[in-house]
């Protein structure tokens, strides 16, 4: 219970014994009470409002999580294309160093020819 359930009881409790109080400071508690209650209804209003957003937030974060995950499955596809490529390099420039030496060879033996 809040101070402002506590308030409200005490009025209630006090306003209901009218001969103790006067009845000027019985109307005072009374609009005391009514606003009370009216911002206490403002501020559920404001908790439902709050409780909404948060389940849109938490609905959008369900969203970019799924997101993320398809977008991180993506790069590892994308890292493996990589590795892959990557090896397909070396593949490649170890055939242009194996003809590299056999152009090497057979300028050479070209060469050999010639001077016979």
Partial sequence: ???TEVFIKFVKKVTSNK???P???VEVLQSRVEVLQHRVEVLQHRVEV????????????EVLQSRVEVLQSRVEVLQSRI????SRVEVLQSRVEVLQSRVGVLNDGFFMTLSW
């Fill in 1 to 3: 219970m809040d101070c």
């Fill in 19 to 21: 001969q103790q109080i």
């Fill in 23 to 25: 009845q000027s400071h």
């Fill in 50 to 61: 709050l409780q909404s957003r948060v389940e849109v937030l938490q609905s959008r974060v």
């Fill in 83 to 86: 590795e892959v490529l990557q």
